[in-house]
């Protein structure tokens, strides 16, 4: 194998590859970056077992194919401390990198201890413009549990629930909910949830156009050069259409910066690591209140909002309710309350077209 390629274009993919490569996999040769270099391009995967990424890259020059599994650390590291033009070759069981007067030499594997990697597509089909999918993945991933002692291991990614005409995904940790609702494209009804780990290496993708393919097993998302997929979480994820109020006493239109900046305000006095608030409104003024502690209080009235509806307290998570609203597009945001221990929903404001909702579970009241 002999090859000359651009030192930032080889980087580039190798450390996106990276992402999907376990230095302490349990196999040596799975630590490992598998390269061939044939048709005119070169081709690349990495994969930990659950997830696996295939890449191709056309701008080489290629004088000689063959294949190899190298060190992904190592290669990466040399790469990266290269001049910009590479050459690389093979030489027995290593490969030898060239770049200006330097001249590195790195051991690696045998191709027949790399596992083969199955890419073939599953057969439901849903394509994605790219900036949705973002959009998706930012907005919503905040509401994932991240608890290391999670019960329920499916609350660990989000929720795709597919079917001819709609798409809505939903993240959840029990305590809020977040979804986002757009047309859909799937070749038939799907409902599946994705590790929240792997979200991060699919943001990563090149190309605008990315094709999803997924069954029970596995989602795997298709550029024009490149090939992502994961395993699926198990189990059944909740219907949290069930949590949704149908019906609301109270509603808060309000400045969204203004609450923002008003819930930082209150943050230096965290109850057991949690920023407890409450919102206290009426048809005369919205205030935003903290409980006495040891540290001191707040008060703080809120002035650039409406509120109509039932006189109401709350006791709610600030930095829950913080998130919820930062995911908001417009500079209004628009609460929705059930009561004062039902979820409340909180939209954009109606200035914008959004198919962002978030849900919020009050924290339980306690007489103070």
Same mark, same amino acid.
């Given at each position: 194998m002999k090859f000359k390629i651009d030192k930032k274009r080889l980087l580039d993919e190798l450390r996106i590859i990276s992402m999907c490569i376990d230095s302490l996999a349990p196999v040596p040769a799975m630590s490992g970056v598998k390269i061939t270099a044939k048709s005119g391009c070169l081709e690349m995967i990495g994969s930990n077992g659950f997830q696996s990424m295939w890449s191709r890259i056309k701008e080489v020059n290629i004088t000689e194919e063959g294949e190899i599994v190298v060190d992904a650390k190592a290669f990466i590291s040399i790469v990266s401390k290269a001049q910009q033009d590479i050459s690389v070759s093979t030489k027995g069981m290593s490969i030898v990198i060239t770049s200006g007067k330097a001249r590195q030499r790195l051991n690696g594997y045998y191709t027949g201890e790399y596992p083969d990697i199955d890419f073939s597509l599953p057969e439901i089909n849903m394509d994605i413009d790219m900036d949705i999918l973002d959009d998706i993945i930012n907005r919503i991933s905040y509401a994932i549990s991240n608890r290391s002692n999670e019960q329920r291991p499916i609350l660990k990614g989000l929720n795709i629930d597919c079917n001819r005409t709609s798409m809505q995904a939903n993240s959840s940790d029990s305590y809020r909910m977040a979804m986002y609702v757009i047309d859909g494209r799937a070749s038939s009804e799907i409902n599946i949830t994705v590790p929240y780990n792997a979200l991060k290496n699919v943001i990563k993708l090149r190309g605008k156009k990315i094709e999803i393919y997924a069954n029970d097993n596995k989602i795997l998302f298709e550029s024009e050069n490149e090939i992502f997929q994961t395993s699926l979480l198990s189990g059944f994820y909740p219907d949290v259409k069930r949590i949704i109020p149908k019906e609301f006493v109270g509603k808060l239109e309000i400045n969204k910066k203004e609450l923002i900046d008003a819930i930082e305000r209150t943050e230096f006095n965290l109850?057991?690591?949690?920023?407890?608030?409450?919102?206290?409104? $009426? $048809?005369?003024?919205?205030?935003?209140?903290? $409980?006495?502690?040891?540290?001191?209080?707040? /008060?703080? /009235? +809120? /002035?650039?909002? /409406?509120?109509?509806?039932?006189?109401?307290e709350i006791k709610l998570n600030g930095k829950f309710l913080k998130e919820a609203l930062n995911s908001c597009l417009s500079e209004k945001a628009i609460i929705e309350f059930a009561g004062s221990q039902?979820? +409340?929903?909180?939209n954009s404001g109606f200035d914008v077209e959004d198919n962002y909702t978030a849900i919020m579970v009050p924290l339980r009241e306690v007489k103070r």
């Open positions: 109850h057991e690591n949690t920023n407890v608030i409450y919102l206290c409104m $009426d $048809d005369q003024k919205v205030m935003i209140k903290t $409980d006495e502690t040891e540290l001191g209080s707040t /008060e703080e /009235e +809120l /002035e650039k909002c /409406e509120y109509e509806g039932e006189s109401m039902k979820p +409340l929903r909180i």
